[in-house]
């Protein structure tokens, strides 16, 4: 196709679409977990002592026994075949943010050659897909460079349904033979021990006698565009990139705020009731929905869950996302960044720890005991997010979600915990020995000191806090729309955990002298608040004061980049945090950050290849044959003794020859191989690669201004956002 024939065919193809028709959406009761293999399908099907034996097991992660393992695994076997499934498989979340599978069938030759299933206890706690195919850094797998997976049962098995059947899917950690965490499994719940062991110490020292365990909660929103596949098809950058490389701003933007909380577009709408009705099934509690800030930007949230069954529904979110997408015709971007100068998109990760006895320790409470518990696990997560913000920034950083951090309009790169005017103000007076005179609205008698009740959900949410207190929860808005939230609860989890250990050894302390239990936690605190206060902000996160007073006055670091970012993971301090809370060796930290660097520097080289490519055989070509067409013209118009003003095939001439002269010099760039260091390689990346991108694209978005838009090759913005 030519010139912008694909656009055109696109624009018609999508004006007569015939809608798929809307049905009535099935009733929540009868679909609500129809395909997971939970707790209350495992009472019908097994016997009392089974029963109490796996539920044990998926409630504290217990090992369960062989001979219980085989009856679960017999039951699990006989309910999903009786729903028509003839494959299992071990699903898993390797150091990517995508999952992997390794299908088998149930099925077993048998002697007289009738069909008979088989699935025995250990196919279900172990598998062994090839390992060498995954991301693993520098850990050196033995027995040929194998790994395997083993059955996470506190997370359910559920049935994927695809065109081509259906699957029993079993949710799996995956480890080297020699015990290396090589997935996002793991870590994630190896912080949550390490937080449940800390947190335990820091309960009993409150005089707690009966504490459950305490489990980490997540609740993440996700924001994604929807583009229709008409017009990604088209754009090679949106197909393989998963952004657009090229593309001027259109006329329009968001700058009306008319796409937020407006109506959702009806084919949108029967997406989502499609899409929600599959999560539904599978027993993902999808709450709401609605338009997010930029044209063809939505956002989903589920309600929140324990972090280990929340990071797992979080991908298979992502997953279905995108096919029901293209069932319905649309191309689903989770990129941070898909269009240049249109808001992007985030994952809010909300996140708090609690347990069955004392609650939400994150929920101030209304009894001052609940206060001064609350209090301290609150210090906690500032004291964190001060120590180890860089380790909170690698953790969220990657090629995509760079475009959003550190830009005007997401969470700054910048680590800042925002608390709210109230609770800013209680932390700010224990820091300065002032907390009894705080005396205004709902006074709590606490003895010596007392303290305020806190309103609930604070109305002055500031949405440009990267790390913001939200009422009873703390919500992580700087990661990617893209990521798992693994990485980001690992961290979190980690973090709180090592400062409940230090609050436990300065709490016992002080107890320890006879102070009484108000006046010590008190005193911890205003240490805390002493040495990690200056973490706090209220804020305009975006400002350029802000930006200036962070690193000159506080000491904060502003950490605009990955290749910035990603060597936190190996500083001594970040070392020793892993190692100290059993979360991760140095040796599966190292991996990491050689698994994230490489990624970092291939989806770059990646784009860059791409951008040379359509720069030489898309935009080029469209800007030559725009200049003949121009010059034909003229010359005829010469014969004619008209004149025509040749300013634009000027522009287009400049623009065209300043384009392919960085196309040169990026290709040049792309040769260079003698890298002293991955982080060398990661800066080379960031400043000398992406900076040739960006010029290469201004000097494209000119021309797609100047070019006939007959002859524009792409789909342009103003087509891909506001045609649907
Ligand atoms: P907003 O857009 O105002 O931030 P939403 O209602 O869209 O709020 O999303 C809030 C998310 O936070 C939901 O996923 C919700 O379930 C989750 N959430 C609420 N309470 C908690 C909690 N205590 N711990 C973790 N997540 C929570
Ligand atoms: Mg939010």
Request: with cysteine; proline share 5%; hydrophobic share 40%.
């Amino acid at each position: 196709m030519s010139g912008n024939q694909s656009r055109v065919e696109a624009i018609s193809q999508i004006t007569n679409r015939v809608t798929t028709p809307v049905t009535m959406p099935d009733k929540l009761g009868q679909i609500w977990s129809e395909d997971v293999f939970n707790l209350t399908r495992m009472e019908w099907a097994l016997s009392k002592n089974a029963f109490k034996a796996v539920k044990k097991t998926v409630e504290t992660g217990a090992p369960l026994d062989p001979a219980t393992a085989d009856v679960v695994a017999a039951a699990m076997k006989e309910w999903a075949v009786s729903k028509g499934v003839k494959f299992f498989s071990h699903i898993f979340y390797p150091m990517t943010n995508i999952t992997a599978e390794k299908h088998d069938g149930f099925i077993i030759s048998s002697p007289d050659g009738t069909a008979i299933t088989e699935f025995t206890g250990s196919l279900l706690i172990k598998g062994e897909p090839d390992g060498s195919s995954f991301p693993n850094g520098s850990i050196r797998m033995t027995n040929a460079a194998r790994g395997y997976t083993a059955w996470d049962p506190t997370s359910p098995a559920y049935i994927m349904h695809t065109d081509n059947g259906a699957t029993l899917m079993i949710p799996c950690v995956f480890m080297s033979w020699t015990g290396e965490a090589l997935d996002k499994k793991i870590p994630l719940l190896r912080s949550n021990d390490a937080m449940n062991k800390a947190a335990q110490k820091v309960l009993s020292l409150m005089g707690e006698t009966d504490i459950a365990p305490l489990n980490s909660s997540c609740g993440a929103e996700q924001e994604y565009f929807l583009v229709d596949a008409n017009f990604a098809n088209s754009r090679p950058d949106l197909l393989l990139a998963g952004r657009t490389l090229f593309g001027a701003p259109p006329p329009k933007g968001q700058e009306f705020d008319d796409h937020y909380f407006g109506a959702i577009p009806a084919r949108v709408q029967v997406f989502m009731q499609d899409f929600e009705d599959q999560l539904y099934k599978l027993g993902i509690p999808a709450k709401t929905h609605h338009n997010e800030v930029a044209p063809g930007q939505f956002e989903i949230a589920p309600y929140f869950e324990a972090a280990n069954v929340a990071a797992d529904h979080q991908q298979l979110m992502m997953t279905l996302m995108k096919s029901t997408a293209k069932k319905h015709g649309f191309l689903c971007l989770l990129h941070e960044k898909p269009f240049a100068g249109i808001n992007g998109s985030g994952k809010h990760v909300n996140w708090s720890v609690g347990n069955s006895t004392q609650g939400n320790l994150l929920d101030p409470g209304s009894t001052p005991h609940e206060n001064l518990n609350f209090l301290l696990f609150c210090g906690a997560v500032i004291r964190g997010v001060h120590l180890y913000g860089p380790l909170l920034r690698a953790v969220i950083a990657s090629a995509s979600n760079d475009h959003r951090l550190g830009a005007n309009e997401a969470p700054p790169a910048i680590l800042s915990v925002y608390l709210g005017d109230q609770l800013e103000s209680v932390f700010q007076d224990i820091k300065d020995g002032k907390v009894h005179a705080k005396l205004e609205g709902g006074v709590m008698d606490l003895g010596l000191s007392q303290i305020l009740t806190f309103e609930r959900d604070p109305g002055d949410r500031n949405r440009t806090s990267p790390f913001a207190f939200t009422g009873n929860r703390f919500e992580f808005r700087a990661v990617g729309s893209s990521q798992s939230v693994s990485g980001p609860l690992v961290a979190m989890n980690t973090m709180l955990a090592d400062s409940l250990n230090w609050i436990a050894e300065k709490l016992e302390a002080e107890l320890s002298k006879g102070t009484d239990q108000a006046a010590a936690v008190l005193a911890v605190l205003k240490e805390l608040m002493e040495q990690h206060g200056d973490v706090v902000f209220g804020g305009d996160g975006y400002s350029a004061d802000w930006h200036k007073a962070a690193v000159e006055e506080r000491g904060l670091k502003n950490i605009p980049t990955t290749a910035d970012a990603l060597p936190a993971l190996r500083e001594e301090s970040v070392k020793k945090l892993f190692e100290s809370t059993g979360v991760l060796s140095p040796v599966e930290l190292e991996s990491r950050f050689e698994v994230y660097s490489e990624q970092y520097i291939l989806s770059i080289e990646v784009e860059a290849k791409l951008v040379i490519e359509m720069a030489k055989s898309m935009i080029y070509p469209a800007a030559i044959q725009y200049l003949g067409k121009i010059s034909d013209t003229s010359a005829s118009m010469e014969g004619m003794g008209i004149e025509l003003d040749n300013s634009v095939a000027k522009t287009v001439a400049a623009e065209a020859n300043a384009m392919m002269a960085a196309v040169s010099k990026l290709i040049e760039a792309m040769e260079k191989e003698d890298f002293a260091s991955t982080e060398e390689h990661m800066q080379f990346c960031a400043h000398e690669i992406r900076g040739l991108m960006d010029r290469i694209r201004a000097h494209a978005d000119t021309l797609e201004g100047e070019i006939s838009d007959e002859l524009w090759p792409l789909p342009k913005y103003r087509e891909m956002l506001y045609i649907k």
